[in-house]
Every structure is written in structure tokens, then in C-alpha cells.
């Protein structure tokens, strides 16, 4: 038998499935951008990926419906077909149902905005949010936005579950994206360190300025972090006596979630 036909056989496979990657890889960059979308430099910056590579890999998936040019602008988004696509799967997540519940409950109890937040690849993705009844609300993420895990209070939170060694994989492959957010791998670390020695995560300046994060993480019965639920409120709303009070009602509905999922 050709060797070098047995060769090049055996790495067909292997380059298919690198193609498979590197297309997800744009897509979650995209799916990032929302309907503003993304410059295609900054797809470039973020996977890592040469410039030629990433705009063969859009304009393919241009072709097939899966993203869309905005001339005017001239950047790249998710395209109508991928929300298509979904709806082969309409009901709601196991996770989704446990949580309801239990974010309706935080939510009266706190009277501050909540999010709840899963992990998706080396992503977050904001899944629900609860709006509270204090009359100013720090609605600093949306439903649907995804962030590198590590950016948001969730993503630490996340990170901060997970053994330290997983945690430092993710975040050294998400250290280009960590440029668009003013950050990086150091200040991450750190944080997930305090985090996993607290039990939980407190962001002292959230994503808005002037605001204050916690979150707390919810594992799935084989240990594994999925997924974050987070307050966030205006300084003034959570000093240190707020804080613990705040944090022992996450704790107690992420313990809820866990046993709901589980079960």
C-alpha cells in the first residue's frame, strides 16, 4: 500500500475538522458584535487567524446565509438564517427551566437587575435577566450578549469553579480578544484567583462605571461550572453588609439550581 496515500488520507480528516473550527471560531467573534456587527480586522485580532483565511471563511458563510456584509458600514454579523436554525430547537433549556424559579425569587428579594449567564465555549452568553424594582437598574448586558469568559462578574465566576489549570487553557486562548476590553491575562487571573478563594465573585467596578457586581457560579452534577448567576446595582447599593446578604441569597438559589438540574 502508498504510504503517502495512507498519510494524506489519515490528515484529510484532521484539515476538515480544523476548517470546522476555525469557521466557529469567526462566528462566535461575530456573534459577539451583535447586529452592529464586526470589522473584519478585528475578526482577524481576536482569532489569531491571517487576514486572507478569515475573509475566504466569511465570504463562504456569506454564501450560505449564515452571515451578512453591511456595505455602509462595512463590517460582518450574524446572518437570519442562524436564528432559522434554531428554531428546530424552541424549548427552553433544562438549566433556563430550573432557573426560572429561582430568578424570579432573587429578583423580589434583592430588587436589583439579574443575570443569569452560561458558559458557551471559551464564551458567556447571557442567557435571561431580571429587571428589579429599585428605581435606578444597571442594565449593563442584554439577553443574548456574549462576552471572552473572563471579561464580565460571570465569566470569573465561572472560571473561578473550574480547576485552576482549565481556567489558565481558557484564558490564555482568549488573550487577544481580552485587548478590546481593556484587559488581560494577568488582571483576569487575579481575579479569578480572589474569586475562587471567596467562593464567589465581586466585581468592585462593573461594566458601567459607577456600578458593582456579584456573582456566584452553578455547576452541573458532574462538577462542572455552566453557568453564573449575577446582581448588579450602583455602589451605594452594595456596602459590605448588603454584600454578605446579597451573596448568601445567590449562594442559596445557585444551590437550588444545582439540585433542580440534577435531579
Not at 146 to 169: C, E, T, Y
Request: glycine share 8%; aromatic share 4%.
Amino acid at each position: 500500500m502508498d504510504r503517502t496515500r495512507v498519510a494524506r488520507n489519515a490528515m484529510a480528516p484532521r484539515q476538515g475538522a480544523q476548517a470546522i473550527r476555525r469557521a466557529l471560531a469567526v462566528l462566535r467573534i461575530l456573534a459577539a458584535g451583535r447586529e452592529a456587527g464586526v470589522p473584519l480586522a478585528d475578526v482577524v485580532r481576536a482569532t489569531g487567524l491571517a487576514r486572507p483565511t478569515v475573509h475566504r471563511i466569511v465570504h463562504v458563510l456569506i454564501e450560505e446565509g449564515i452571515v451578512e456584509w453591511n456595505e455602509r458600514s462595512g463590517r460582518y454579523a450574524i446572518g437570519n438564517q442562524v436564528p432559522e436554525l434554531a428554531l428546530a430547537r424552541p424549548r427552553p433549556s433544562r438549566l433556563l427551566i430550573a432557573a426560572n424559579p429561582s430568578l424570579q425569587r432573587a429578583s423580589t428579594e434583592i430588587g436589583d437587575t439579574l443575570f443569569l449567564t452560561v458558559r458557551t465555549g471559551n464564551d458567556t452568553l447571557c442567557v435571561d435577566r431580571r429587571i428589579g424594582v429599585y428605581p435606578i437598574q444597571v442594565l449593563s448586558i442584554e439577553i443574548g450578549a456574549r462576552r471572552p469568559l473572563g471579561v464580565s462578574s460571570a465569566g470569573v465566576a465561572i472560571l473561578a469553579a473550574m480547576p485552576a489549570q482549565d481556567a489558565r487553557k481558557i484564558v490564555a486562548a482568549n488573550e487577544k480578544r481580552f485587548e478590546t476590553y481593556q484587559t488581560d491575562v494577568a488582571a483576569v487571573m487575579s481575579h479569578v484567583t480572589t474569586a475562587r478563594r471567596r467562593g464567589y465573585n465581586m466585581r468592585e467596578i462593573g461594566l458601567v462605571q459607577g456600578t458593582k457586581s456579584i456573582s456566584t457560579w452553578i455547576k452541573t452534577p458532574d462538577g462542572q461550572p455552566a453557568a453564573a448567576i449575577t446582581v448588579s446595582a450602583v455602589r451605594t447599593r452594595l456596602g459590605p453588609r448588603r454584600e454578605q446578604e446579597v451573596v448568601e441569597i445567590l449562594l442559596r438559589e445557585a444551590r437550588i439550581i444545582e439540585q433542580a438540574i440534577g435531579g
